[in-house]
């Protein structure tokens, strides 16, 4: 399987959800960002202008990966998927994480209108309602986004698939480990705590102790939101998924 996550705006979760949310529910999925595609020479490389081709190149070569775009990126990447017709075939879905505040929804409304500009079809649309609040339901606070959608109907929402606000990915950005592994961390922190001999030691092993069980409590919400996805059915292409986008 294919992804690419995606939108215009910046600080909507697009790397938690790439990292945490996506790659480790696809067995032997790796995760690329577009500045990361090694080019000839072993350096990294953006993905602009003529270097499209490369990514294009790269989706090839490899079964099952997600692609985080970075925002800075994403305008250049979509009109050039328009020049190289038919690229957007190179994805299986493409998946737009969004959070309440109102800029940032309304980015998420522009991200799908273009995606589906470019011919990208509804069934291989979806959105990802991230930093939720247990307070507010997602038709309140998504309001904007929502009444978009239903007037467009560009994508189908699945409001099943929502992550809440985690301090947790934030303690482990930045350290590579996913939050399933963290879960499974079956080290004895107690005991760690109650042998360590500074107070220094005893807190890192705390705080160790702590996101791991934040980890324990995420892991179920995420394993929920992937099953709302549904993003094996993004597999079975509809009859007009091959169609060109129009001029």
Same mark, same amino acid.
């Given at each position: 399987?294919?992804? *690419? ?30 500045? #990361? &595609?090694?080019?000839? +020479? ?26 985080? &775009? ?5 305008? +250049? ?23 309440? *505040? ?10 799908? *209108?273009?995606?589906?500009? &470019?011919?990208?079809? %509804? ?21 904007? /986004? ?31 480990? #996913?939050?399933?592994?963290?879960? %499974? ?7 760690? &705590? !109650?042998?360590?001999?500074?107070? #220094? ?8 102790? !702590?996101?791991?069980? /934040? ?12 099953? *709302? ?11 007009? +998924? !091959?169609?060109?986008?129009? %001029?």
């Amino acid at each position: 399987m294919k992804l *690419a996550v995606i939108n215009f705006s910046g600080n909507v979760g697009k790397t938690t959800v790439a990292r945490h949310l996506l790659a480790p529910r696809i067995p032997g999925c790796q995760v690329v960002s577009v500045e #990361s &595609i090694n080019a000839d +020479d072993g350096q990294p490389v953006t993905i602009r202008g003529r270097q499209f081709a490369q990514l294009q190149e790269f989706l090839q070569s490899v079964d099952d990966v997600v692609i985080d &775009i970075g925002a800075s990126n994403v305008e +250049d990447l979509l009109k050039l998927m328009r020049r190289y017709r038919g690229s957007q075939e190179d994805f299986d879905a493409f998946v737009v994480p969004t959070v309440p *505040a109102r800029k940032q929804q309304q980015d998420t409304a522009a991200t799908l *209108a273009e995606l589906a500009r &470019i011919g990208v079809p %509804a069934a291989r649309l979806r959105l990802v309602f991230n930093q939720v609040d247990d307070d507010s339901p997602i038709e309140q606070a998504f309001e904007t /986004l929502l009444a978009y959608c239903t007037a467009s109907g560009v994508v189908q929402p699945r409001t099943a698939a929502c992550m809440t606000f985690n301090e947790v990915y934030a303690r482990v950005r930045g350290t590579g480990q #996913s939050l399933l592994e963290l879960a %499974a961390d079956a080290t004895d922190y107690k005991a760690e &705590i !109650a042998r360590a001999d500074s107070a #220094s030691d005893k807190l890192a092993l705390a705080q160790k102790l !702590a996101t791991r069980r /934040l980890a324990c409590g995420v892991v179920p919400e995420l394993d929920a939101c992937f099953a *709302a996805l549904d993003l094996q059915s993004c597999l079975a292409r509809e009859p007009g +998924d !091959a169609a060109l986008p129009a %001029a």
